[in-house]
């Protein structure tokens, strides 16, 4: 065992405590059931703590789009590493069905956790987040209209809409986010899928075969 976290130590150099026992549990047992519940929860973690870095830099860079875009960026990084890691674990082939099956996974568990997590600080952290946050996102429509030179009765109109919506940060709208990032996930799933998946020789698959 002692050797085998050395190899983990220099394969993973500089990684967080957390996510350095999560990649060696994935690399120590990597039973495709141990190793999506660990990539969930490497991925979901890893929202949590953007999450939390985003709240504690200030309301304009929760609601930025720079923001999201790093976002997506990072996880995208993320299921295509654990994803590529799991097929060299696997001999060095993945079928397109448990790649899609393995990212679609990780990202309902990554879902889960993420919104749990956001249910939680709209609500019990901080209760005036959501009117918070909500307030930025008018003003910043407003300065995108104003910069293309909008008329202002087109500016009233939209901020007057956008404060008649409301509610879209309560708990029955979050917790129906989650359930409609399934569509989100699994489209995700099927352009990653196809990326990582290496299906073995014909010949292999045969020889494979024969030696049952």
């Not at 929860?41 to 929760?62: D, E, K, N, Q």
């Not at 209209?145 to 979050?174: A, C, H, L």
């Amino acid at each position: 065992m002692a050797g085998f976290e050395e190899k983990c130590l220099k394969e993973a150099p500089g990684m967080a405590p957390l996510f350095y026992w999560l990649y060696l549990l994935s690399l120590y047992k990597p039973t495709m059931k141990n190793y999506t519940l660990t990539g969930g929860l490497i991925t979901g973690f890893t929202g949590i703590i953007f999450t939390a870095v985003t709240y504690f830099l200030g309301i304009h860079a929760m609601v930025s789009l720079w923001t999201a875009a790093c976002a997506f960026l990072i996880f995208i990084g993320l299921y295509v590493f654990l994803g590529l890691r799991y097929r060299k674990l696997n001999g060095g082939y993945l079928t397109f069905k448990d790649a899609f099956a393995l990212i679609f996974f990780m990202g309902m568990i990554s879902s889960v956790l993420s919104g749990t997590f956001q249910i939680i600080l709209y609500h019990v952290i901080n209760p005036d987040l959501p009117g918070m946050m909500h307030d930025a996102i008018i003003q910043k429509t407003v300065d995108m209209m104003q910069r293309f030179n909008s008329p202002q009765e087109k500016i009233d109109e939209t901020i007057t809409k956008m404060q008649e919506t409301t509610g879209e940060y309560s708990v029955g709208n979050q917790i129906r986010s989650i359930a409609l990032s399934s569509i989100g996930v699994a489209i995700l799933a099927l352009i990653i899928g196809v990326c990582i998946k290496k299906t073995p020789p014909p010949f292999e698959q045969v020889s494979d075969t024969d030696t049952q």
